[in-house]
């Protein structure tokens, strides 16, 4: 991991800092994150994307964001880019 890419990582934990039982583990060559045992999103070569479901995923996609790609041959839709402005308000975050 590059210095940019943990400066964004701690970013991030930063601004999710509020919530419960938040935890950070490694995994798919970045992190991912944990509330309790709930698994809700990945940070991934300065990217952040949060886990979508039928009802969430129209937003994502009305704004342009792309699933998570850990590499060439692998899509996991279910988890979809967070927009930057959304990163960077800690209200709208949580």
Same mark, same amino acid.
């Given at each position: 991991?590059?210095?940019?890419?943990?400066?964004?990582?701690?970013?991030?934990?930063?601004?999710?800092?509020?919530?419960?039982?938040?935890?950070?583990?490694?995994?798919?060559? =970045?992190?991912?994150?944990?509330?309790?045992?709930?698994?809700? /999103?990945?940070?991934?070569? /300065?990217?952040?994307?949060?886990?979508?479901?039928?009802?969430?995923?129209?937003?994502?996609?009305?704004? =342009?964001?792309?699933?998570?790609?850990?590499?060439?041959?692998?899509?996991?839709?279910?988890?979809?880019?967070?927009?930057?402005?959304?990163?960077?308000?800690?209200?709208?975050?949580?």
């Amino acid at each position: 991991m590059t210095k940019r890419e943990s400066g964004f990582k701690d970013f991030v934990l930063d601004q999710l800092a509020d919530l419960s039982g938040l935890t950070c583990r490694a995994m798919f060559g =970045g992190y991912g994150l944990y509330q309790g045992k709930v698994f809700f /999103g990945i940070i991934h070569k /300065g990217q952040l994307y949060f886990k979508v479901t039928a009802d969430t995923l129209p937003t994502y996609q009305s704004q =342009g964001m792309k699933p998570f790609k850990p590499n060439a041959t692998q899509t996991l839709k279910s988890f979809y880019e967070v927009p930057v402005d959304v990163i960077e308000d800690s209200v709208r975050l949580d």
